[in-house]
């Protein structure tokens, strides 16, 4: 097999890119949480409310896309690039769960998802740069941080809408097992002020992404 070039790499990425935010990205076929689960008849300020948490859980999954196909250019072992490529896939599931719960809804997903796709794929790529070990510690706090972030919504979804609890449910325990294997691989610990700005980051993009 030939080994695939800086140039192969790069291009990759933009198919990459372009799957995740037009649709065509490759899943593992694992059907949606939600799938055996009735609809249940929610009142026009739970649907809005509801559309605007799993918008953000979707443009989540977006960043988490761009993040890992960042990591996975500028990473050095090919270990760790091949751990980097598994996850996104896994996590393309978790993409075509959100997306399918927002047609559900009648709701669109973040106009920003390509902003936020281009952000997230910078800082993937400066991790890999910055070595394998921060690499992989970067997703272990990353994960962390959304499966703190999904704790929330569980918390914050109405006793009805079990469709949406279902597949969250779901998405927690893949993140915290994405967190773990980043750390059993190799990750360290980083710094707190480089997990609070992640912190601040991501508090960002929901309170933008929630309405648009």
Avoid at 152 to 165: F, G, V
Wanted: aromatic share 6%.
């Amino acid at each position: 097999m030939r080994k695939l070039s800086f140039i192969d790499s790069l291009c990759a990425s933009a198919d990459n890119a372009l799957r995740t935010l037009a649709g065509g990205y490759q899943t593992t076929n694992r059907p949606s949480p939600a799938a055996n689960i009735e609809p249940t008849n929610l009142s026009a300020d739970e649907q809005r409310r509801v559309a605007g948490m799993m918008r953000i859980n979707h443009c989540g999954e977006v960043c988490a896309q761009a993040l890992y196909q960042g990591q996975a250019i500028t990473a050095k072992l090919p270990e760790v690039r091949e751990k980097m490529e598994q996850s996104a896939k896994e996590e393309n599931d978790h993409l075509h769960w959100c997306h399918q719960r927002l047609d559900e809804l009648n709701t669109h997903t973040s106009f920003l998802n390509p902003l936020w796709y281009a952000g997230s794929f910078s800082l993937g790529a400066l991790a890999g740069l910055a070595g394998d070990r921060w690499s992989l510690g970067f997703v272990a706090e990353t994960e962390r941080q959304v499966v703190k972030h999904l704790d929330k919504h569980l918390h914050q979804l109405p006793k009805e809408d079990q469709r949406s609890r279902e597949i969250l449910s779901v998405m927690k325990t893949d993140e915290q097992e994405h967190a773990t294997a980043a750390l059993e691989a190799g990750g360290t610990e980083l710094p707190d002020t480089v997990k609070s700005a992640m912190s601040l980051m991501s508090k960002v993009m929901t309170k933008t992404v929630y309405y648009l």
